[in-house]
Each structure stands twice: as structure tokens, then as C-alpha cells.
């Protein structure tokens, strides 16, 4: 455990509480009613009131639009089942950037919808609504399909046989099981649209901003760096609140159940009802999640002889100072750097939280690992700044700043991926090889390594993914003369002019395409002891 916690206590604690002092703190002595008065102000009053309500707002929406998909996936078999899963999760390992901009170019000024019919939603919360959706619809359907799968439906026949109609039925039997399913979903998107960044960065403009982007707005812009403290003090407070209240349900959905195996609950649609529903969810993954995606590769194509794409290894005008294509080569360093601190440091983590004579000390960091999920990557950006900016840490002109930033992210998923595996390793083996003279470090390698080297790709491959896209820290700490792919495209969009908008769609559609191809060789070695995610 040492050097996890001593990563996490460098490079999270210290930040996030450099954060807290900047904020609360002067001349020595701390100021709590800096709160009340930051909070006092009313355009700070709107900014809290707009992420709440969207943050609400986008949760029903999802809910609303993802649980006919989650039935679909759970109760009916069909041709193209599993690919079509893939496809469903291809939008949640999407970079933020990559989901705005798609959505800008469906719904923008000069998108699909302003050429067919002259509508523009760009200027509109619904385009930031339907962003969220797009991205969170897997995280319903994975984590209620999941359990939605597993339910005996025996149950709910025999609440039928005894004369409850089908929606009695659904209600009062299949429904409070689904409740705690329901409710981590809905707490899980509630929190990624909580801290949305990205989307409302690009699509919001200057009428919508969340706390996370007026983060972003009073460090970068106004250059008001107590404000920006105290906001992230109220996010990290609420943040804090709503994995307390998640980590209540998972306890909850940890109840025992009558699960039974999925493969035997799913079968053919029947009737023209569930056929209709079959189709339903189909034309909504269509539209809602291929169309956006479509619209994009198709506006980086506008230019003959892939101009764009050209234009991409040209002089810049001003953007950068470099060449826009160079932030290829440096988003795939910076996220092979992260990948291997994160597979590192969170591969001994797991080790160390699967072993029997674990404390309880060892066993709480484990729910401490899972911050850097919730926690805002702005908040991590911002607080690098503030606190590693001097000796013996002084990081902010190296190149090793974005990676760290990056792993911070990435060790959850490497934890959540190993642990089940290695604790699914017979102890036994263990100790009959030290018994027979193994070392420790031989009998890691010769008894845990091959039965974890799936998991462990798979592992690494999650971290590329989510290092490669990350924005909230990056946009920071990245150097101007070494941009990554997500900060190429903000800045790109963020200019006038036909040629920076049409980089900006080649550059997002190079990410994309990276991003889903790792996301199909995970679920190509991703195994039913790795997890559904």
C-alpha cells in the first residue's frame, strides 16, 4: 500500500486540500463565511441553481429514454445482440469533447438539422440534455440490464397467475428489485452530469455554465482564484454527499436476491408489442447515438481530397504553435505514460486490498480510490497548479504533469478490474507455492500473473481510453507547444472561421475512432470475471 497511498496523498489529498486552504484561508486564518459570501452572489446563485437542475433534468431524461433499452437488452434475444451492446457502449468511453462537438455538428449552425430544416439547438439547454443522454445512456442500461437479466421471472408469473395484470405485476414485484439498480444509475449520472464539463463548455457558450466550467471560467479567464477555490470546496462538499448516498445504495442492491442465470431469461420478442419495443429501442440508438457520431465523420469529410484532415499537419494561424496534428502523437505518449502509472499503482492496490490479513485501514482506501471518479477534473487541474508549483515538487513545466493528472483517473477502473479476479485466485495455490520454496515475487509471477493477464490488459486498455480522452485537468496543465487531442479540439472550436471548425471535426473523429477501437478490443478480451465495466 505504501506507494499508492503515497501517490494518492501527493498527487490528490495535497492538491485538494492546497484547494481548500486558498479558498478558506488568510493571512493565516481561516475564513469560513468566504462561502456564504462567494454563494451569496446571484450569478454564482445561478450557476449552482443550472447544475442542479440540469444535473436533475438530464437524469429523468436518461432514466426516461435508457430503461426500455435496459428490458431489451436484458429480456429479449435477437441477431446482433452483442454488437449491438458494443455499439450502445461506445458513447460512454467517448471523450466529453468529442460527444459535444458531435452534437454541435448535429445541431449547430450549419448542422444537420439547420440544413434540413433551419433548427438550431445549439443555443438551447436541450442540446446540452441530449449530450447527457447520449453519454450516459450505457451506464443505464449495463447497470439495470445487468440485474434486470438476472431476475427470476417466475416471480412475476406468479404474481400473474394470481391475478395481478401486467403492470400490477411489474410493479410490485420486478420493480422494488430493479430499485436499487435504478437508483445507483440514476445517482451515477446525476454525478457525471453534475460535473459535466465538456459538454456544457462547448455547447453551452456563454448562457450555460455548471460549476465545473465557472471553475474553469474564474482561474482562466477573470483570473480569480478565491472564488474559483470556494466553488470547488461547494462541488467537492456535494460530490462528497452524493457517493455517501451511492455507496448506501450498492449496500443496498448487495441484498440478497433470486438471481438466476441471464442466458436462460432472455428469448425471442413476441408479439407485435414487444416487436414495436424491440424496434423502438433500436431507432433510438440510431438516432440518439449513431446519428450524432455520423454527422460528425461526415463534416470532417466536407473539404475535397480530406482537406481538413490536410490542413491538420499545416502551419497553424495562431492556435497553436505548433501544428495541430502533432496533439495525435502527444495525446498517445501522454496516455501510454498514464496508463502505465495507473496499471501500476492501482495493480498494487488491488494486491494489497485482496489480502486476508488486510485492516481496516486497507479496506476503507478502497472506497478512497474511487474519489477521483466523482471528484471535479477541473478541481484536480486547478489544484496541481496551486500546489505544484514549487520545491520539491515543482511539476508545472514538466511534461510528466499531464500523465499524472491522467493516471489519477484511470486507477479506479485498473482497481475495479483487477479485484474480483484476484480475489477469485484460490489462496491455496498461493500457499502451496511458498511451501515449495517460491518467493513472493516468484509466486506473484508464476501463480497470480497467469490467471490476471486478462484482466490486466483489460485493465490497462480502460485507462488508455479514459487518459487518452481526459479534458477537465488536461485543458490546465497541458503545455501550449504540446497540446493533447481534447484541447486541440476546444481550442479549434473556440475560434471563427470554416477551416478551424472543420479540424475540429477531423481531430474529433480521429479520437473517436481511436477511442473505439480500444473499446472493441475490450470487449474482445473482456471475460465474465472482469466485469461489465
Given at each position: 500500500?505504501a506507494?499508492?497511498?503515497a501517490f ?9 486540500a492546497a ?7 488568510v493571512?493565516?486564518?481561516?475564513r469560513?463565511?468566504r462561502i ?5 452572489q ?5 450557476v ?5 437542475w440540469q ?6 431524461l436518461?432514466l426516461?429514454i435508457?430503461?426500455p ?8 434475444d435477437?441477431p446482433g ?6 455499439v450502445v457502449?461506445?458513447?460512454?468511453v467517448?471523450?466529453?469533447v ?12 450549419g448542422g444537420?438539422l ?5 433548427v438550431r439547438?445549439?443555443t438551447t ?15 443505464v442500461v449495463r447497470?439495470v440490464?445487468g440485474?434486470?437479466?438476472q ?8 404474481a ?13 414485484v ?5 430499485a436499487?439498480?435504478?437508483?445507483a444509475?440514476a445517482?451515477m449520472?446525476f454525478?457525471?452530469?453534475?460535473t ?10 456563454p448562457t450555460?455554465?455548471t460549476?465545473e466550467?465557472e471553475?474553469y471560467?474564474?482561474?482562466?479567464e477573470i483570473?480569480?482564484l ?26 443496498r ?6 438471481l438466476?442465470?441471464?442466458?436462460i431469461t432472455a428469448?425471442r420478442p413476441?408479439?407485435a408489442?414487444?416487436w414495436?419495443l ?6 433510438t440508438v440510431?438516432?440518439l ?7 460528425l465523420?461526415q463534416?470532417?469529410?466536407d ?5 481538413y484532415?490536410?490542413a491538420?499537419?499545416g ?6 504553435l505548433?501544428?495541430?496534428i502533432?496533439a495525435i502523437?502527444?495525446?498517445l505518449?501522454?496516455?501510454?505514460a498514464a ?9 498494487l492496490?488491488?494486491?494489497a486490498l ?17 474519489l477521483?471518479?466523482g471528484?471535479?477534473?477541473?478541481t484536480v487541474g486547478?489544484?496541481?497548479l496551486i500546489?505544484?508549483d ?5 511539476l508545472r513545466?514538466?511534461?510528466?504533469l499531464v500523465?499524472l493528472?491522467?493516471?489519477l483517473?484511470g ?8 479485484l474480483?479476479?484476484l480475489?477469485?485466485?484460490d ?6 507455492a511458498?511451501?515449495?520454496?517460491a ?14 493477464r ?5 485493465a490497462a486498455?480502460?485507462?488508455f481510453?479514459v487518459?487518452?480522452g ?6 490546465f ?5 504540446s497540446?493533447t487531442l481534447p484541447v486541440a479540439?476546444?481550442?479549434l472550436l ?10 475540429a ?11 473505439a ?10 471475460t465474465?470475471r472482469?466485469?461489465?465495466?
Open positions: 500500500m506507494l499508492p497511498v494518492f496523498a501527493v498527487f490528490f489529498a495535497w492538491p485538494v484547494i481548500v486552504a486558498r479558498g478558506l484561508k493571512d493565516g486564518a481561516w469560513f463565511g456564504v459570501d462567494v454563494v451569496a446571484s450569478d454564482i446563485r445561478h449552482l441553481w443550472f447544475t442542479t444535473a436533475l433534468a438530464s437524469t429523468a436518461t426516461l435508457a430503461l433499452g435496459a428490458y431489451v437488452f436484458a429480456r429479449f435477437f445482440k452483442q454488437v449491438l451492446r458494443a457502449t461506445v458513447p460512454f467517448l471523450p466529453t468529442v460527444v459535444g462537438t458531435a452534437f454541435l455538428a448535429l445541431l449547430g449552425r444537420l439547420d440544413e434540413l430544416w433551419g439547438l445549439d439547454v436541450w442540446a446540452i440534455l441530449l449530450a447527457h443522454v447520449f453519454f450516459n445512456y450505457a451506464v447497470t440490464g440485474l434486470w437479466a431476475l427470476d421471472p417466475r416471480q412475476e408469473e406468479a400473474r397467475m394470481l391475478g395481478a395484470s401486467p403492470l400490477q405485476a411489474w410493479r410490485r420486478t420493480l422494488p428489485a430493479l436499487p439498480a435504478v437508483a444509475a445517482l449520472v454525478l457525471f452530469t453534475f459535466s464539463f465538456g459538454v456544457v463548455q462547448i455547447l453551452g457558450g450555460f455554465s460549476l466550467v471553475i471560467r474564474q482561474t482562466s483570473f480569480d478565491v472564488t474559483a477555490a470556494v466553488l470547488t470546496i461547494v462541488q467537492f462538499a456535494a460530490v462528497g454527499a452524493i457517493l455517501a448516498v451511492h455507496a448506501w445504495t450498492v449496500r442492491r448487495e441484498t440478497a436476491l433470486r438466476v442465470d441471464a442466458d428469448r413476441r408479439g408489442g414487444q414495436a424491440l424496434a423502438g429501442v433500436l431507432v440510431v438516432v447515438l449513431l446519428l450524432p457520431l455520423a454527422v465523420v463534416r470532417s469529410l473539404a475535397p481530397g480530406f482537406g484532415y490536410r491538420l499537419a502551419e497553424d494561424g495562431g492556435t497553436f505548433v501544428p495541430p502533432e502523437g502527444n495525446s505518449r501522454y496516455a501510454l496508463t502505465a502509472i495507473a496499471v501500476v499503482i492501482g495493480s492496490a488491488a494486491a485482496t489480502r486476508r490479513d488486510a485492516g481496516r485501514l486497507v479496506r476503507g482506501f478502497d472506497a478512497l480510490l474511487m477521483p471518479l471528484v471535479s477534473a477541473v486547478f489544484g496541481f500546489a505544484l514549487e520545491p520539491p515538487l515543482d513545466s514538466s511534461w510528466i500523465p493528472a491522467q493516471a483517473v486507477v479506479p477502473f485498473v482497481v475495479r478490474t483487477m474480483p479476479v480475489r477469485a485466485v489462496v491455496r495455490l498461493r500457499e502451496a511458498a511451501v515449495l520454496g518467493s513472493p515475487w516468484r509466486v506473484w509471477r508464476e501463480v497470480d500473473l497467469p490467471m490476471v486478462r484482466a490486466l490488459l483489460v486498455g480502460f485507462a481510453a487518459s487518452l481526459e479534458f477537465g485537468a488536461t485543458v496543465i497541458a503545455r501550449p507547444d497540446p479540439v476546444a481550442r473556440g475560434r471563427p472561421g470554416d477551416l478551424n471548425y472543420g479540424q471535426m477531423a481531430l474529433s473523429t480521429i479520437l473517436m475512432v481511436v477511442c477501437v480500444a473499446l472493441l478490443v475490450l470487449e474482445r478480451l473482456r465474465d472482469t466485469g461489465e465495466f
